[in-house]
Each structure stands twice: as structure tokens, then as C-alpha cells.
């Protein structure tokens, strides 16, 4: 069965700064991998995913993360924070194409003026 | 905006009843998955339906059923309501295949 833990419940960034969200995953097979962001009252909206091409995978609003297969980890970042990147961030696995998506807790994120 | 519509926006239920949530999937797409969301928690995987048949299921008893209707919307039934049933309950639609899941805003349900 696969796994995912988001290491950080808050994160809290300056705008302007840079942001870092950490995932880690379990999974026994080549997994895809994602990453969601919810703004209040709005659905999830997909980021980014990674599906066994490019280790350095770009998404969308200045986004990128990295799959690091020795260390299981799928790390989410952004140079520089603005106040709309508020909101709560899903690190997600799955298995297999067409198969269920498994999040991880999220990371909730504050952005200080 | 998704294109993918959940009604109702909000529901309040007391424990035992039954309740109905709606789901309007993309233009397109023929399947349609359900998830679960506890306050402060990440969704979790209900069930999964493709061309009006149920072809996945999470950890949930069967109190938690479906319907997907030939226009690819779907329901999510949820009988005998417990109090720890109170959550957004998230909808995604998608083509099939390996293409991106579309999710709805949800609709929030309390159990009294």
C-alpha cells in the first residue's frame, strides 16, 4: 500500500520569500505524484505531477518540486511567496494510472505581509 | 473554476437519517470519484465510478453507496448518518485513463 507524509502541519513565509513544502512517500511500486492546493471554499486544484519523466517537475504559479527516489521524497517549492499562495497544499500518491489518489495531511500555508 | 458542480453547498443532518449528495461532472468525462475530508485532515478515497459502475472502493462500510447516471453525474448516498460522518465531501470527475482528476468545491455536511 502507498503512503504519504506531509512533514510540516503550518508553514508560515514573508512574501517575497522563498517557500518549501516537504513530502515523503511509501509506495512499493514507481508511483505518480502530485501536489494540490484548496483555497477556502474551493475545490482542489492540481499544482503539479510527477510520472516518471523529469525528476525536476514545473507547475503552475511558480511552483516546482523535485522526486528524489533514494530519499522518497517530493518536496514542494517557490522562490518567492505572494499573499494569494495562501492556502492548504496536498502532497498526493498513486499507485497506478486510473486508480485512486491517496493525500497526504496537508500543510496549511500563511503568507506574512 | 472546474467546470465540475456539487449540490448542496451545505447540509445539516441529524445522526440516523440519510442523506443525498449530487455531483455534475465535466463536460466529457466518464468517471467520477468521491472523497472524504475530516477538518484538518486530506481527503480519503470513498469509491470510484466509470461508466455507471462502481470500479473501486475505500475503507468505507456500505452505508456509503453510489449511483452514476448515464450523463456520467453521480450521488453519493450515505444511510444511517454518525456523527463522525460530518465532513466536505469532495467530488472529482475526469476523461479516464491517466488524465487529471477535476474537483468540485464540495459540499459540507454536519451530523447533529
Known amino acids: 500500500a502507498q503512503s504519504v507524509t506531509q512533514l510540516d502541519s503550518h508553514v508560515s513565509v514573508s512574501e517575497g520569500t522563498p517557500v518549501l513544502l516537504r513530502c515523503n512517500y511509501s509506495?512499493?511500486?514507481?508511483?505518480?505524484l502530485f501536489w494540490y492546493v484548496q483555497h477556502p471554499n474551493k475545490g482542489l486544484q492540481l499544482l503539479l505531477k510527477?510520472?516518471?519523466?523529469?525528476?525536476l517537475v514545473k507547475g503552475i504559479n511558480g511552483f516546482e518540486a523535485e522526486f528524489k527516489k533514494s530519499e522518497t521524497s517530493f518536496h514542494l517549492t517557490k522562490p518567492s511567496a505572494h499573499m494569494s499562495d495562501a492556502a492548504e497544499y496536498f502532497c498526493?500518491?498513486?499507485?497506478?494510472?486510473?486508480?485512486?489518489?491517496?493525500f497526504g495531511g496537508g500543510t496549511r500555508v500563511l503568507v506574512k505581509p | 473554476e472546474t467546470g465540475v458542480t456539487q449540490s448542496p453547498t451545505h447540509l445539516i443532518k441529524t445522526r440516523g437519517q440519510q442523506v443525498t449528495l449530487r455531483c455534475s461532472s465535466q463536460?466529457?468525462?466518464?468517471?467520477v470519484s468521491w472523497y472524504q475530508q475530516a477538518l484538518g485532515q486530506g481527503p480519503q478515497f470513498i469509491f470510484q465510478?466509470?461508466?455507471?459502475?462502481?470500479?473501486g472502493r475505500g475503507n468505507f462500510p456500505p452505508r456509503f453507496s453510489g449511483l452514476q447516471f448515464p450523463n456520467y453525474s453521480s450521488e453519493l448516498n450515505v444511510n444511517a448518518l454518525e456523527l463522525d460522518d460530518s465532513a466536505l465531501y469532495l467530488c472529482?470527475?475526469?476523461?479516464?485513463?491517466?488524465?487529471?482528476?477535476?474537483f468540485g468545491p464540495g459540499t459540507r455536511l454536519t451530523v447533529l
Open positions: 510527477y510520472t516518471s519523466a523529469a525528476t
Open positions: 463536460s466529457g468525462h466518464n468517471t
Open positions: 509506495s512499493s511500486y514507481s508511483p505518480s
Open positions: 465510478y466509470y461508466r455507471e459502475e462502481e470500479n
Open positions: 498526493v500518491v498513486r499507485k497506478a494510472a486510473g486508480n485512486k489518489l491517496t
Open positions: 472529482a470527475s475526469r476523461k479516464g485513463g491517466d488524465n487529471e482528476q477535476f
